[in-house]
């Protein structure tokens, strides 16, 4: 399969529950993105993983875990949530390095609700 | 840090019509401006984007204009049809070893047949 995948791309669960959403990118890119969509307002970049190494954490709580095993794999750990973390996650790819554009692309996003 | 503001939220046109979204930042320092699309349900997906060295850009039915000394660059869209139905993020950023795009909030089109 080519571009970004997420999975899964729906979760339901509880406030004491752990999971993880997970995204893969076929491009060959060396900087990886979470991002959080909620209904009017703008995607809000949650973290920047450039070459492996995390570059950028915009403030985002600690029930929030991201981990970048390697530069085509990217986890976000959850743990503890609550309701209003329920948002649509995208995961992001860019080229990265010296030869970074600035375009993002994007997977279909995990759908979380946190009961 | 940068601030992207865009214009209007929601947009409802005939089909035919042209559409024009507008956004102002507010980093003089940022060089790149891509408008991305996100069907419902979708991916959101890069349709055009400009950089700083050029003040126009068009594909198609697409363009983008940019005026740098206002900071502000708008898209527009003519004939349009009904699959041009779309939420429209502009966003900016500067050069940098990775992508730092800030979004605006988007625009809802509805284009009607």
């Known amino acids: 399969e080519t571009g970004v995948t997420q999975t899964p791309r729906h979760l339901v669960m509880g406030m004491t529950n752990k999971k993880s959403l997970k995204c893969e990118q076929h491009l060959g890119h060396n900087a990886m993105y979470w991002y959080k969509q909620s209904a009017k307002k703008p995607l809000e970049l949650m973290f920047v993983y450039s070459l492996e190494e995390r570059v950028e954490n915009n403030s985002v709580p600690s029930r929030f875990s991201p981990e970048c095993p390697n530069s085509s794999h990217l986890f976000l750990h959850l743990h503890t949530l609550q309701p209003e973390d329920s948002a649509l996650y995208l995961c992001a790819s860019s080229q990265g390095g010296a030869r970074e554009t600035g375009e993002l692309f994007f997977g279909e996003g995990s759908r979380l609700t946190v009961l | 840090g940068e601030n992207v503001e865009q214009h209007p939220s929601t947009l409802s046109v005939q089909e035919g019509d042209s559409a024009v979204i507008k956004c102002t930042y507010s980093d003089s320092a940022s060089n790149y401006f891509p408008w991305y699309k996100q069907e419902l349900g979708k991916r959101p997906q890069l349709i055009i984007d400009i950089r700083s060295n050029v003040g126009e850009k068009k594909d198609q039915r697409i363009a983008v204009t940019l005026n740098k000394t206002a900071k502000h660059f708008s898209l527009h869209i003519t004939e349009t049809q009904p699959e041009d139905s779309a939420v429209y993020f502009c966003?900016?950023?500067?050069?940098?070893?990775?992508?730092?795009?800030?979004f605006g909030k988007g625009t809802m089109l509805l284009v009607s047949p």
């Open positions: 966003a900016a950023s500067m050069n940098s070893g990775y992508s730092t795009l800030t």
